[in-house]
Nanobody
Framework: QVQLVESGGGLVQPGGSLRLSCAAS???????????LSWYRQAPGKERELVAA????????NYADFVKGRFTASRDDVERTVWLQMNSLKPEDTAVYYC???????????WGQGTQVTVSS
């Protein structure tokens, strides 16, 4: 049974930083590298939106415009872990952050349970 577990959320003041982690289990290395790993977020009353995506072989990353220059996503396929380093946090970054693993052929799509990030003074 494959599973994603996020951690690292919490309460932080505006301008602060947090580092989210997403640990995967149930994947072999060969299987894990066929997945695009992404971070999404969902604020109260809003739709879930893509924050960042990290591709395995190329290590290329895509970011939503609203986090460019502030957030950095990275992955370690040996450790089966993906991170989201969030700097210069703003109140509007408050949301539940979800980890997602989607196979490159779109035949599998796995979500974590989410971790709450609250940016407030």
């Amino acid at each position: 049974q494959v599973q994603l577990v996020e951690s690292g959320g919490g309460l932080v003041q505006p301008g602060g930083s947090l580092r989210l982690s997403c640990a995967a289990s149930g994947f072999t290395y060969t299987n894990y590298i066929t997945y695009v790993l992404s971070w999404y977020r969902q604020a109260p009353g809003k739709e879930r939106e893509l924050v960042a995506a990290v591709f395995a072989t190329s290590r290329s990353t895509n970011y939503a415009d609203f986090v460019k220059g502030r957030f950095t996503a990275s992955r370690d396929d040996v450790e089966r872990t993906v991170w989201l380093q969030m700097n210069s946090l703003k109140p509007e970054d408050t949301a539940v952050y979800y980890c997602n693993a989607r196979r490159i052929d779109n035949r599998d799509d796995i979500w974590g349970q989410g971790t709450q990030v609250t940016v407030s003074s």
